[in-house]
């Protein structure tokens, strides 16, 4: 789903000042250049609980030491933290790994940081509209701005493109259509010149809008493939929105890496996922808030629409979990004010429908870090990986909804919130 259509859009600014950027980013390196950003320098976590996928068990009493935003140190105290560290006292509360969220649409700065201060330190965006994903994670990156790390889809393959036009003029001369072969390939171009890093396509209709139906397939195999083929060639994987079982199994056919939503999936899709290595992001939360007054969607044809997505969908993670499809949290939200659905509520979904809470905690870290290509930097406290930690005040491991509950975050090394005070 998408809830750009229901939320009020952000200033984003132009191509003419998108062509600027190089010289505004020059300036913001010019100004930091004497301070000392804050991803550097040393922190230690003391008196931590690590709660994290790849441990499996709980690490107690520990200490972190991070240095330029990596994980220089992990040791069991007493500790002496070295002179001039920035220390945090966790006080015997968990630290557990940032959490990723595969499936974001955010698009303003204030909606970044809200973001983060869920805990969220990485996130896999699922389009926005006008490649505002591609420059957040390049402002987060230099250190100009607050938010989680982003892995940017750039504007969504559809068949009508509409509004997504203002992105690149370009896009002008496919206005009547994205459905033929060169007119497919065309807008991955455009996306991998914008500098994304995967593909955002369709292979059914949307569900978060009263007049589609989101069991109808949009997107032949055929037309897929030419998407996938083109991605692959600019080194970068495909996401397939798809609730219908059609739709769905044309996306895993055509060599997507991950189904999104899925709500329909039949036993066989879910087989040749399981065979493919295709991982499913099955935005459970989502569906909940379609469900429920307020939230991101607040229309009573939507209500009734996700009480009969819900226990179809609550039944495909079951069976999904039990064929052995790789599980990943995504919120599918743009975390605007009105938005409800976080991560924590996703990893606790998952939980209440099966997964042990050490498989859903891994859904939101390790698994989900795999999906998004970065296994090898993010989603564990290790030794050499980026220091994405958030501390929770109980045991994720015996309750995921402990993960609700954000005291500290820190997104490589920088610390994004600590309200640590207010703990205990
Ligand atoms: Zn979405």
Redesign the pocket.
């Known amino acids: 789903?998408?809830p750009r259509s229901v939320v009020r859009r952000p200033h984003v600014p132009s191509s003419a000042a998108r062509g600027r950027w190089p010289l505004f980013a020059a300036l913001v390196l010019l100004c930091a250049s004497g301070a000392v950003l804050p991803g550097q320098g040393v922190v230690v976590l003391r008196h931590a609980n690590l709660a994290d996928g790849a441990r499996g068990a709980i690490a107690t009493n520990a200490a972190v030491v991070i240095r330029d935003g990596l994980i220089a140190q992990v040791e069991s105290e007493p500790f002496t933290p070295p002179a001039g560290a920035t220390v945090i006292d966790v006080g015997g509360r968990y630290v557990v790994p940032g959490l990723i969220d595969a499936?974001t649409?955010i698009s303003t700065l204030a909606n970044a940081r809200r973001a983060l201060e869920s805990g969220v330190t990485t996130v896999r965006s699922?389009?926005t509209s006008n490649f505002q994903d591609v420059a957040l994670r390049d402002l987060v990156k230099q250190g100009a701005v607050t938010g989680p790390e982003v892995v940017a889809a750039g504007v969504f393959i559809t068949p009508e493109l509409g509004e997504t036009m203002l992105a690149d003029a370009r896009l002008g001369a496919l206005k009547d259509g994205v459905v033929t072969e060169s007119a497919l390939r065309a807008v991955v171009r455009i996306n991998l010149e914008h500098g994304v890093n995967v593909i955002k396509t369709r292979g059914t209709e949307r569900a978060g809008l009263p007049n589609t139906d989101p069991r109808k397939q949009t997107y032949t195999e055929q037309q897929l493939a030419w998407i996938v083929d083109e991605a692959t060639k600019g080194g970068v994987p495909v996401m397939a929105?798809a609730h219908g079982d059609e739709g769905a199994y044309a996306a895993v056919r055509a060599g997507v890496r991950s189904i999104?939503h899925g709500t329909y999936l039949s036993d066989s899709t879910l087989a040749l996922m399981r065979q493919r290595g295709t991982f499913l992001v099955p935005?459970y939360i989502t569906v909940v808030d379609l469900t429920r007054p307020g939230g991101d969607y607040d229309n009573p044809i939507l209500t009734l629409r996700g009480a009969h997505m819900l226990p179809r969908l609550a039944e495909t993670v079951q069976r999904a979990h039990r064929i052995g499809v790789k599980l990943v949290t995504g919120a599918?939200t743009d975390y605007g004010p009105e938005s409800l659905s976080r991560i924590a509520g996703e990893v606790a979904s998952l939980a209440e429908l099966g997964l042990t809470p050490l498989e859903a905690l891994r859904a939101a870290t390790t698994v989900a870090a795999e999906l998004l290509g970065i296994g090898a930097r993010t989603g564990a406290i290790q030794v050499g990986m980026e220091a994405d930690l958030v501390v929770v005040e109980r045991n994720p491991l015996q309750d995921p909804r402990a993960l609700a509950d954000v005291l500290v975050v820190l997104s490589n090394g920088r610390i994004g919130l600590n309200r640590l005070p207010f703990g205990r």
Do not use: G
């Open positions: 789903m998408d499936h649409h699922a389009s929105h999104e935005t599918d």
